[in-house]
């Protein structure tokens, strides 16, 4: 069974159909990239998920469950943690404040303040400087750690890399397949075809609102899924 | 002139009560709500509808719970199913509100001015510098002062209070942790109407009642809302202080120039920082 799957899902935002027919699905574990260049549709498939399209046609299951009302805390409350496009750093509240809205659910598991702190040491350093004094680097890292403070069975990321310097894309790819072999289930956004190729398993290729292409990564060169992409 | 500063202070906590409301229920509704100053009015008619019984303090608990009753009333009908139209929508329903709550207080109580009486255990004055100084208005400084400091540490100490800043700053964001915003809105507009009555009852000894009471403080307020920084809890603590100080200051040397001179410091104010003093909204 599959933790998040779309079937065939049309979305609207208001009268603009953004989403024509999208068809895929994440399993436990499992590193699965969507990919796709600017404005095919991407963010709206996170945003369909919470809830802030209107679905038009087809349906979104959690966990082999239809969900017919999406909201905003539904994919967190079904242990779905998102990282957002841009982080979505709350920027008065202060770096520790920040990664405690991840427990909100108060699911259990491996993470912990201390533990995510651990991993990311600039967040404890920095605990009490408000979300808005980080970089760009340190917000993803808070951005992250606040998905994992979620112990999630599924973590999804829209376009984590975007504004990274290549060190630090380097960096994250590592953290994400070490997240995956962990057994949470990685949802990537991206279009850097070098994380992309690092971390997932799978992929599939988003044009136009609608699945173009998909298939394991294991036999796809980095060329050959550039063409994908371009198509 | 100790005595003047006093005076300032109880309406500046006044206003506090009012503008703190209005603060909550913006950040969480996005909402300019008109109907505050109503609700209000309607917190100091019931409280003096109970108090002229005899019941005093069950007149200020029964405001208050009905306040905050008509808070979640208000953001379940209003606030939550308008929130996918434009403000625009939400504000002319509130000033629509506003009016109905004036027709049925007329209705009800009348228009004729109202004199709330003053509960016998804070009867009486005190010296203060030489010059007596009525109890009752120590009363309403120390009820602003109780609720700033309690609310300022709720907000800052405990889940909800997290959930509050968050969700006033970027409900989308929050709600995508898991927690349910308009749960959360319920008991933050709740809470803002709650503090509406409490103030139009705390306030009802000193002005009289009538069924346009909640206007005239309502203009106050909402310049201590802009002049403190929308969305700032510790802005409009500020901000209401200075403008009580200003209002009762213009009132005894300015009296030709009081109703405007709190809108000008909030137009020099704005100038010099267009956020407001805590604001990082715009
Ligand atoms: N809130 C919105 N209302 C209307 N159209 C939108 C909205 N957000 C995005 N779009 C449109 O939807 C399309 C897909 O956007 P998006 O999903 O953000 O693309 P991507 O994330 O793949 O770059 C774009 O054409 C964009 O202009
Ligand atoms: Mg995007």
New interface residues.
């Given amino acids: 069974m599959s933790l998040l799957a779309f079937n065939d899902v049309h979305a609207l935002y208001g009268r603009a159909r953004i989403l024509n027919g999208v068809t895929f699905d994440v399993d436990a574990g499992e590193r699965v990239a969507l990919v796709g260049r600017n404005g095919v549709g991407k963010t709206t498939v996170v945003n369909t998920l919470c809830g802030v399209t209107r679905i038009g046609q087809g349906h979104v299951e959690i966990r082999g469950r239809t969900i017919k009302d999406l909201r905003g805390y539904t994919a967190a409350q079904n242990g779905i943690a998102i990282v957002m496009q841009g982080r979505g750093i709350l920027p008065n509240l202060t770096v520790e404040e920040n990664l405690l809205l991840g427990t909100a659910t108060g699911r259990k598991g491996p993470w912990s303040l201390e533990k995510v702190q651990d991993l990311f040491p600039i967040l404890r350093e920095r605990r009490a400087n408000p979300g808005l004094a980080l970089s760009g680097g340190q917000q993803q890292m808070l951005a992250i750690g606040r998905a994992l403070m979620a112990n999630p069975d599924l973590l999804i990321l829209d376009e984590p890399s975007e504004g990274l310097a290549p060190v630090v894309v380097d960096e994250l790819a590592a953290l994400l397949v070490r997240l995956g072999e962990d057994g949470i289930g990685i949802l990537l956004i991206e279009q850097n075809i070098s994380l992309i190729h690092r971390v997932a398993q799978r992929f599939y290729v988003l044009s136009k609102g609608a699945v173009a292409e998909s298939g394991s990564l294991q036999n796809v060169t980095r060329d050959e899924l550039e063409r994908h992409i371009a198509i | 002139m100790l005595i003047q500063i006093l005076n300032g202070i109880v309406y500046g906590g006044l206003l506090y009560l009012l503008a703190v409301g209005l603060v909550l229920i913006f950040g969480l509704r996005e909402v300019v709500n008109f109907a505050h100053g109503a609700l209000f009015m309607i917190g100091a008619y019931i409280g003096f509808s109970i108090a002229a019984m005899g019941y005093w303090w069950s007149g200020l608990l029964v405001s208050v719970f009905a306040m905050a009753l008509v808070g979640c009333a208000l953001d379940a009908a209003v606030f939550s199913t308008l929130r996918k139209h434009d403000h625009i929508v939400t504000v002319l329903v509130t000033f629509g509100i506003l009016l109905i709550l004036e027709t049925v207080v007329t209705k009800v109580w009348g228009k004729a001015y109202l004199t709330y009486p003053v509960p016998p255990l804070l009867a009486g004055t005190v010296s203060i510098g030489g010059s007596p100084f009525p109890i009752y208005r120590l009363f309403v400084i120390a009820v602003s002062v109780a609720v700033a400091v309690s609310l300022s540490l709720w907000l800052r100490y405990t889940r909800t209070g997290?959930?509050i800043?968050?969700a006033s700053?970027?409900?989308?964001?929050?709600?995508?942790?898991?927690?349910?915003?308009d749960r959360l809105s319920l008991i933050v507009v709740g809470l803002g109407t709650a503090l509406a009555g409490l103030s139009g009852v705390v306030a009802g000894p000193l002005l009289s009642l009538s069924p346009t009471m909640g206007n005239y403080i309502l203009i106050d307020s909402f310049i201590v809302v802009v002049i403190g920084g929308l969305g700032s809890f510790a802005g409009a603590f500020i901000a209401a202080l200075l403008i009580g100080q200003i209002h009762n200051f213009g009132a005894v040397y300015l009296p030709w120039a009081a109703t405007v001179l709190p809108f000008m410091l909030m137009v020099g104010i704005l100038i010099w920082r267009p956020t407001g003093f805590a604001g990082?909204r715009t």
Avoid: E
């Fill in positions: 997290l959930y800043r968050a700053t970027d409900a989308r964001v929050t709600s995508m942790q898991g927690i349910n915003v990082s």
